[in-house]
């Protein structure tokens, strides 16, 4: 019933940029958390950056500085703004999201079907 959408993956050089977006789509009350993984081959999945329902983001260290997580609450959409971009950032990125379906929901976790990003030396 709900679905996250990725966009905006792609090949770059070192040193480029890309901006992720994922929209949440279907029966949704609310959006809690949201946030972007990122899995590169051979090892796991990894938080890179999430965001609260009142814009507080937290960030990986390896990322720091360097990507920008936002939200736009009336399109349930959240984005990653990456620069600076490093190969070592080449992975597939997923988007997750903590939602509430209804007033009587518990809420549950959603996660994106992901979107390579691959950055070339």
């Known amino acids: 019933q709900v679905q996250l959408v990725e966009s905006g993956g792609g090949l770059v050089q070192a040193g480029g940029s890309l901006r992720l977006s994922c929209a949440a789509s279907g029966s949704i009350f609310s959006i809690n958390s949201m946030g972007w993984y990122r899995q590169a081959p051979g090892k796991q999945r990894e938080l890179v950056a999430s965001i609260t329902s009142g814009g507080s983001t937290n960030y990986a260290d390896s990322v720091q500085g360097r990507f920008t997580i936002s939200r736009d609450n009336a399109r349930n959409t959240v984005y990653l703004q990456m620069n600076s971009l490093k190969p070592e950032d080449t992975a597939v990125y997923y988007c997750?999201?903590?939602?509430?379906?209804?007033?009587?929901?518990?809420?549950?976790?959603?996660w994106g079907q992901g979107t390579q990003v691959t950055v070339s030396s």
């Open positions: 997750n999201a903590h939602i509430l379906r209804t007033l009587a929901d518990y809420g549950g976790y959603y």
